[in-house]
């Protein structure tokens, strides 16, 4: 497949392939709708790359496999749904622990509990706040096209790397499953050097210790400080977020990510054409949630509304940034059920009343 | 002649030498070691015959083991 | 002077630090043994270890091999992520107790032997949760107490010990399952010998070696005391054995289906 082409491809796959053009060669996953196709895609192309596919008996056993795998100093992958992702928790936090590098993308299902299998936004907490025990952090990126989520996957990988800590691409069952024209970038893989690694130890060096105990707590708390540079590095250098008509810094700013921007954007338009001044913020990056671009925003704006697929998580992250200098509401569906724009039009036409 | 090195400090007097040594050689020392136990000692080396049976009971790996190598016969 | 041969010492593979088992627990028999096969096979630069969740947590500090800290039960999974990323040369083993291995990661020890991961797991097997206090294992024996047993065991209530060498047995990929154990000088040996075996095996197939151990604290027995409670009570219930290696393969291994030859389409 010539790469500057355009191929319209379903955003499952297209992830996958992102991510095996971003050097990755070994998958472990577990079947969960609605990111099936990852691994289906993943267990017929990895072979033809000489790469790994296996599929694990949990995703608890996947999410170690990854840890085991990581260790070895090579890029690695896993992708679940939702209650997948919950099953992963622990795994994550050894990840971030043992400071090991991987990219764990969730394509986000109906929740709570087996929920559905509809696109949500109900695990933005999960994700950017509660993604298994203890004091750590990962980098969460929000796609909102499948172009997108091919560009973050290469990203992911990158960061992954860079800051040998997991990252997280939190996707939904829409961007999973809709097909649209993407192109792959054409940049090379950066390879990382990676002395830490488990790889047998050599005469000349001591033996590596892939490890996140710490039974000594001053020790556990210089390791924890430790992290917490490297996650203040993240905060200071990798947010990242769109705005959209925000140039005459209308009075009214959505604030939504991945599928629900794109929603919002064509509400926007709409109500634009019949002179309604408003505009949207978008987070890329849900972590480190873009705090700088945000809080420039807030003094000309009168009210914000934030608008997700879920009950209201994102929206924590906007209070904590605009605070009680202006109005934040809040218009959502949970349950896997998708806000229209009609919907999102008349939630706008209340704000001014 | 025969002989073991007993690292005491590494010795947490558990004894599961003393009846590996058949014959009844070791016993734990009046003394402390660092961590405070009384670490194993062997009152009669020159019976020892090598035969390493509490090197190889010992959880601690803390025994090493000479062997006395047989005189080699002349021509 | 007349010449002496040191006949016995600590392998190049332990590190020197002190191990923090109790008294008189045979872990530290067990690590001995694994230390020199890896010397012995001159292994040390291929091989990676993984150890537990348990009383074998900090065994990351005595081998002297690089080596992954597992969580709970699931040290199989990430020596299979570690076997399916390194080269085929490398050796992977597991170090497990009874809790890790045949409670929380019963799953992932099931499945990786059924795979037929090349890799060798070594279990510990002593019949109670060492690290936590002393609670019932998944192999604690028919009316044994423990701090959550006090009563004893009671197989009306929580069914019988698991045999995890016969379980294994039943699988279709593994080509090395023996159960020895580390307690008297003639097992002790005998033990190196199973885990040569596994560990010359590994490249071909799945591997694994259980080893009855003792826990003197966990028991409240006198390190002595408990190397005779395991001969009479377990070796009963676990017996010692070979239950499968590549020139008896039982009929459990044979396949039961000629590999299927799947018309590969993809190969337009």
């Known amino acids: 497949m010539a790469t500057a082409q355009r191929l319209l491809m379903k955003g499952t796959e297209a992830i996958a392939e992102a991510a095996i053009r971003a050097g990755c060669r070994h998958f472990f996953g577990y079947p969960i709708t609605p990111q099936n196709e990852i691994p289906e895609y993943m267990s017929k192309r990895l072979p033809q790359v000489g790469g790994v596919y296996l599929q694990a008996e949990s995703e608890v056993s996947a999410s170690n496999m990854l840890y085991g795998a990581g260790g070895s100093g090579v890029r690695v992958m896993t992708s679940s749904s939702s209650p997948g992702i919950a099953l992963m928790a622990e795994g994550f936090s050894y990840l971030c622990g043992s400071e090991i590098p991987a990219v764990v993308v969730n394509i986000m299902r109906g929740g709570p509990g087996l929920g559905d299998i509809q696109p949500s936004q109900g695990d933005y907490a999960m994700c950017t706040k509660g993604f298994g025990h203890g004091d750590k952090h990962a980098i969460v990126l929000a796609p909102s096209t499948v172009q997108e989520a091919v560009d973050l996957m290469a990203l992911a990988f990158d960061l992954a790397d860079q800051y040998r800590n997991p990252c997280v691409v939190m996707g939904d069952g829409l961007i999973g499953q809709m097909m649209e024209p993407v192109t792959f970038p054409e940049a090379p893989v950066k390879v990382y050097d990676k002395p830490w690694a488990a790889t047998g130890k050599p005469p000349t060096r001591k033996h590596n210790i892939i490890n996140s105990l710490y039974l000594d707590p001053e020790e556990l708390e210089r390791h924890v400080y430790h992290l917490f540079e490297k996650y203040e590095r993240m905060r200071a250098d990798e947010q990242r977020h769109e705005t959209f008509m925000l140039d005459d810094a209308p009075p009214v700013v959505i604030c939504a990510y991945g599928t629900m921007a794109r929603i919002a954007k064509t509400a926007i338009r709409e109500l634009r054409k019949t002179g309604v001044k408003i505009g949207l913020f978008r987070p890329i990056t849900a972590w480190p949630f873009p705090v700088e671009a945000l809080s420039g925003v807030v003094q000309s704006t009168k009210v914000f509304l934030a608008v997700e697929m879920s009950m209201g998580q994102m929206i924590e992250d906007v209070r904590m940034v605009v605070g009680r200098d202006r109005p934040v509401k809040f218009f959502g569906r949970p349950g896997g059920v998708i806000p229209t724009v009609e919907e999102i039009i008349h939630q706008v036409k209340l704000l001014s009343n | 002649m025969n002989r073991i090195v007993i690292d005491e400090d590494r010795c947490k007097a558990c004894g599961l030498c003393i009846p590996a040594c058949n014959r009844d050689l070791l016993a734990l020392a009046a003394k402390l070691n660092a961590k405070g136990y009384h670490p194993i000692s062997i009152h009669d080396m020159d019976e020892c015959t090598a035969c390493a049976m509490c090197a190889i009971v010992c959880p601690e790996v803390t025994i090493f083991v000479y062997k006395q190598a047989k005189l080699k016969k002349a021509g | ?268």
């Open chain 3, 1 to 268: 002077m007349s010449e002496e041969q040191l006949i016995f010492k600590r392998s190049k593979a332990l590190t020197d630090a002190y191990f923090h088992y109790c008294p008189g627990c045979t872990h530290g028999i067990a690590h001995r043994l694994i230390a020199e096969v890896i010397e012995e096979m001159d292994i040390q630069d291929k091989t990676i270890g993984v150890c537990p969740v348990g009383c074998s947590v900090l065994a990351y500090n005595y081998f002297d091999v690089d080596i992954h800290e597992a969580s709970h039960g699931r040290a199989p999974a990430v020596a299979t992520g570690i076997r399916r990323t390194l080269p085929q040369d490398r050796y992977v083993f597991t170090y497990q107790g009874d809790g890790d291995l045949a409670s929380i990661g019963m799953a992932e020890i099931v499945h990786a032997a059924n795979r037929g991961e090349k890799i060798t797991v070594v279990f510990i097997n002593n019949a109670i949760y060492g690290m936590t206090g002393g609670q019932m294992a998944p192999t604690t024996l028919p009316g044994m107490r423990t701090t959550t047993s006090p009563y004893g065991r009671d197989t009306a209530l929580c069914g019988h010990p698991i045999r995890m060498c016969e379980l294994l047995n039943t699988l279709v990929e593994p080509v090395f399952v023996a159960r020895g154990a580390v307690t008297t000088p003639k097992y002790i040996n005998r033990a190196k010998k199973l885990l040569r075996q596994a560990f010359e095996l590994q490249h071909t197939g799945f591997t694994f070696v259980e080893l009855l151990s003792t826990c003197p604290t966990g028991w409240g027995l006198t390190p002595e005391n408990s190397v005779a409670w395991l001969e009479r009570n377990m070796v009963p219930f676990f017996p010692l054995s070979v239950f499968r290696e590549p020139a008896a393969m039982p009929a459990a291994a044979t396949k039961y289906a000629p590999d299927l030859k799947v018309k590969d389409d993809a190969k337009a």
